[in-house]
């Protein structure tokens, strides 16, 4: 397959900027759910961590940097001059990126890693929403009844872990606290997938996976130092999490997924990103010791219904 190579950045013309222009659909799939199931893990090893959301995101991003570095530089031939506008993107890339880790990691403390991990990928509608408006990207009617029905599946899922009792109205109001943060960052998360669907038309995914997370990094380490958060001291169990959060879940789940984004559209790629929470919450049941309700598990099978249904019929 060709990959995007760097070309002339100044004022690309609009069809060049399409990563999906002359490009075989049907390599990059077989890498969707292998990523998924790597990034599936991600809740697991940050509730084993018990860090702060801040803390464990600077890790994964910094964690993620330090094993990509060498690969970078080996590849330095192939991006001899970067443009100052791809690296704006790489930069905005890390920012959103940053948000989203701290925010959804955050979420993680109060809500459960099944409840989490669903409500971050409602940024589906987002990202479909933003690629029809932003790249005129053309959805087809299949598109948005697979959508729906995914997102009915992951409704049925919250629905479920709303209605349990939790015992007092302070674990109530936590979980909300928690549910909110982990929308908040569905938001930074779409944004982080549009910019990256833009981002990887003109630039190779190992060098965007690295100039983003090693820009994120610097933004969540001048987090935890405004706001005091150690960096070490901690147990060996806890640097564990951590390094199975940067390598197994960020460097090689997301660039897989990073890799796709560059040849499938975002849209197509979020909603498929919808069976992370499917995962997600099939893991925490023995890694973690959170249940599943019926109603959760009538909710994971439509999801993945939806899924299959943007897939197999959704493109144009």
């Not at 674990?171 to 981002?199: D, I, K, P």
């Not at 890799?259 to 049941?285: D, E, F, N």
Request: aromatic residues 10%; contains cysteine.
């Amino acid at each position: 397959m060709r990959r995007p190579t760097i070309t002339n950045l100044t004022s690309p013309p609009a069809a060049s900027l399409s990563p999906f222009k002359h490009l075989p659909s049907s390599r990059p799939y077989p890498l969707l759910p292998f990523g998924i199931f790597c990034i599936a893990s991600s809740a697991i090893f940050v509730k084993w961590s018990g860090l702060p959301g801040a803390t464990s995101g600077f890790y994964r991003l910094a964690i993620g940097s330090v094993a990509m570095v060498v690969p970078f530089w080996l590849r330095r031939s192939r991006h001899p001059h970067i443009s100052r506008r791809v690296l704006a993107l790489a930069a905005l890339g890390g920012l959103w990126f940053a948000l989203d880790v701290w925010t959804w990691q955050s979420s993680l403390s109060y809500a459960s890693a099944a409840s989490a991990t669903l409500l971050g990928n409602t940024s589906s509608v987002l990202v479909a929403l933003g690629a029809w408006l932003l790249f005129r990207e053309r959805l087809r009617l299949p598109f948005w009844t697979g959508l729906i029905v995914a997102l009915a599946g992951v409704m049925l899922v919250l629905s479920a872990d709303i209605l349990t009792p939790h015992g007092s109205a302070l674990v109530a109001n936590s979980r909300t606290e928690g549910n909110l943060l982990a929308l908040l960052g569905a938001f930074f998360y779409a944004a982080y997938l549009l910019t990256t669907q833009r981002t990887r038309a003109n630039l190779d995914t190992l060098s965007y996976m690295f100039l983003m997370s090693f820009i994120g990094s610097l933004l969540l380490l001048g987090l935890n130092v405004s706001q005091g958060l150690p960096l070490w001291g901690f147990s060996l169990n806890t640097w564990l999490a951590l390094l199975g959060l940067g390598l197994i879940t960020h460097v090689t789940g997301w660039l897989a997924i990073s890799y796709a984004l560059g040849h499938i559209r975002a849209s197509i790629v979020s909603v498929t990103l919808l069976g992370q929470p499917v995962l997600t919450a099939l893991l925490s049941i023995p890694l973690l010791g959170e249940g599943l309700v019926p109603l959760q598990i009538v909710g994971g099978l439509l999801a993945l219904g939806g899924i299959y249904i943007v897939n197999r019929y959704g493109r144009a």
